[in-house]
């Protein structure tokens, strides 16, 4: 069946404008993760959905990043006044369920703020 | 909160040697140590995952070591091929917890 998608694959722009990041998991995945991976870094956790249940935001940097997940499928990272230091990929990944491991990546999303 | 730290963070080998990445994390409680492998520009790659109540697991030239007791993992591959050239993330999971914590990433260069 099809992965985890992404939009849009490259996304540019200008300092102080605000961008939305758009996950589709995997169909049946109840578990939603947002991750960011900076040039040569690790992956850095941002924000995790679980079914109905209230996100765990403990990743998030600032509070001008927030997401939501509608319908319990798709969801969206949104990153407000963006800067020059969010410039990273942002990668979503999805599961079963918290008591099934294996986490499925997305190709990501590759944001450069000007 | 959990912390997990990966060595070497770049790492050259010769084509049919062996490689061996080391992990060490924080939280006693995590449970769930996976290894990703990441070709450029691609995504993310689970390639073998070790649970708390297993000590090794193996999958073809691809094994997993875990010590609970000192709070390290290891990835070992054998005979490399140019084609493991890639980057590698260890990473754990704490039970009540959803979300991976990642190490920085080792860049494993085969040379043919």
């Known amino acids: 069946g099809a992965g985890v998608s992404q939009s849009p694959s490259n996304k540019v722009t200008e300092k102080g404008k605000d961008v939305e990041l758009r996950c589709d998991p995997i169909?049946?995945?109840?578990?939603l993760y947002w991750y960011r991976q900076s040039l040569g870094q690790g992956l850095e956790f941002l924000i995790y959905f679980q079914g109905n249940s209230a996100p765990d935001k403990s990743g998030l940097p600032s509070d001008r990043f927030s997401a939501e997940r509608t319908g319990g499928s798709v969801s969206t990272l949104t990153i407000q006044r963006t800067q020059q230091e969010d410039s990273a990929v942002y990668l979503c990944?999805?599961?079963?369920?918290?008591?099934?491991?294996?986490?499925?990546f997305g190709p990501g999303t590759r944001l450069t703020v000007l | 909160g959990e912390n997990v730290e990966q060595h070497p963070s770049t790492l050259s080998v010769q084509e049919g040697d062996s490689a061996v990445i080391k992990c060490t994390y924080s939280?006693?409680?995590?449970?769930?140590f996976p290894w990703y492998k990441q070709e450029l520009g691609k995504r993310p790659q689970l390639i073998i995952d070790?649970?708390?109540?297993?000590g090794e697991k193996k999958d073809q030239r691809i094994a997993v070591t875990l010590n609970k007791t000192a709070k390290h993992f290891s990835l070992h591959i054998t005979e490399t091929q140019p084609e493991d050239s890639a980057v590698y993330f260890c990473?754990?999971?704490?039970?009540?917890?959803?979300?991976?914590?990642f190490g920085k990433g080792t860049k494993l260069s085969v040379k043919p």
């Open positions: 990473a754990a999971k704490a039970g009540s917890q959803g979300n991976l914590i």
């Open positions: 169909s049946g995945h109840t578990a």
């Open positions: 070790i649970r708390s109540n297993v």
């Open positions: 990944a999805s599961s079963l369920g918290p008591a099934y491991n294996e986490q499925f």
């Open positions: 939280d006693s409680a995590s449970n769930y």
